[in-house]
């Protein structure tokens, strides 16, 4: 691979990273840890916001600087210019982008352009993971979005993110799907009295079947379609763990209301990478009933973590879970569709060993999209955009989904 004759590839991320409670800053630092395994040589910044101060730390595991160098929402980027000169500029700024973060502010936009202009930042990237639709009545987000033409590179995840922005006019030639990366649970075939304990479960609380809902707890995960499909399912012998930060006071009140007629065990905390991956390793099912806001389309980092545990997965067909519906269309039900959903978890506890054969294509597309491999397509469309090639960069395949 042409990346591979890069020694001293010099990246910078623009993002939030941990120890900040943000998917996207999980994400970053999983990418970054996967391109440090698999191209130890390059030399990688994480300019993060203020958020949780000022003072940059070290990430003594990966080798990586992190430095707060602007405000969140676009409120300012004035310090990111004389940090990143101070640091003798980078090959590759690369913004991890979401609108919770940077807000639809367009100066992000002007400081990357002059970042560039100035011969501090050779080439400009931004990750979009969120793209939004015109029927989301939010305007200042597609506002945005026309303006990426002015950037080098535009990564999305998904089918419906590529062709959206293609449609809201960003040039063909700019934007490139990199799926999200996945991590293969390391936790597969662990006894759960293990997970439980290490949890800090009472394993006598795991009930019959174990349904999983993990991630941070918000209204669209639809927890209470989950509820209600149990509900539905009244002789079920199961026990459905919840486990996330509450990112909304009502979850909690639906979770105490709903423990009064259901086995749920809630383990209400932040829980890092590992974490969720124990959680998952509890699992018999995992169930995704998300509730997508209209006109927003993303992919689901805990749909990629749970497809690495291998279990059978049962899930909505919204745009976060389009990955699901590709691969395991089965296994996929109406969005706000308890009935539904109640019917798909019984089909898949009555017949458990062909749900799992079923899953097999999914199974295949995780062990495609290993954080490793993407961390290589990154690195790929790094040095093409170096050498002038972006033209010469080509999709990888990927196999479609089986009609079972």
Not at 77 to 103: C, M, N, Q, T
Not at 352 to 381: C, E, K, P
Request: hydrophobic share 40%; net charge negative; aromatic share 8%.
């Amino acid at each position: 691979m042409e990346w591979l004759s890069k020694p001293g590839l010099n990246i910078g991320f623009l993002s939030r990273y941990p120890p900040m409670h943000c998917g996207v800053g999980e994400y970053t630092r999983m990418l970054v840890s996967a391109l440090k395994s698999v191209a130890p040589w390059t030399r990688i910044t994480v300019f993060t916001s203020t958020l949780i101060g000022e003072e940059p730390w070290v990430d003594e595991e990966l080798g990586v600087d992190v430095i707060p160098s602007f405000t969140e929402k676009g409120l300012d980027y004035s310090k990111l210019p004389d940090i990143i000169a101070e640091r003798g500029g980078v090959d590759i700024l690369h913004v991890e982008h979401e609108y919770g973060i940077f807000g639809t502010s367009k100066e992000l936009i002007n400081v990357l352009e002059r970042l560039r202009d100035e011969g501090l930042v050779k080439k400009t990237v931004i990750t979009m993971h969120s793209v939004l639709h015109p029927y989301s009545g939010r305007l200042e987000e597609v506002s945005f979005q026309r303006e990426l033409n002015r950037l080098d590179a535009v990564i999305v995840h998904s089918v419906p993110q590529e062709f959206e922005l293609q449609w809201q006019g960003i040039e063909p030639r700019r934007i490139h799907r990199i799926p999200h990366g996945t991590l293969i649970n390391p936790y597969l075939g662990y006894p759960k009295n293990l997970l439980a304990r290490s949890l800090g479960l009472n394993e006598e609380e795991l009930r019959g079947l174990v349904l999983v809902i993990p991630g941070f707890l918000r209204p669209d995960k639809g927890l209470d379609i989950l509820f209600n499909a149990i509900e539905y399912m009244g002789d079920l012998n199961s026990t459905i763990v919840v486990a996330g930060e509450p990112r909304d006071k009502s979850i909690i009140e639906l979770i105490e209301d709903a423990r009064t007629r259901l086995n749920i065990v809630l383990i209400e905390k932040y829980l890092s990478n590992e974490e969720i991956l124990r959680v998952i390793g509890l699992a018999d099912i995992l169930v995704l009933p998300y509730n997508d806001k209209p006109g927003i389309y993303s992919v689901s980092g805990i749909l990629h973590l749970s497809m690495g545990g291998l279990k059978p997965i049962v899930g909505s067909r919204t745009p976060r879970l389009v990955e699901l519906y590709q691969y395991a269309p089965r296994l996929t039900v109406p969005a706000r569709a308890p009935r539904e959903l109640a019917e798909k978890i019984r089909w898949v506890t009555n017949n458990y060993d062909y749900a799992v054969a079923y899953m097999a294509t999914l199974y295949s597309y995780a062990a495609r999209t290993q954080w490793h491999r993407m961390a290589r397509r990154h690195l790929n469309l790094y040095t093409k955009l170096l050498a002038g090639k972006e033209h010469e960069i080509v999709p990888e395949e990927e196999t479609h989904h089986t009609t079972l």
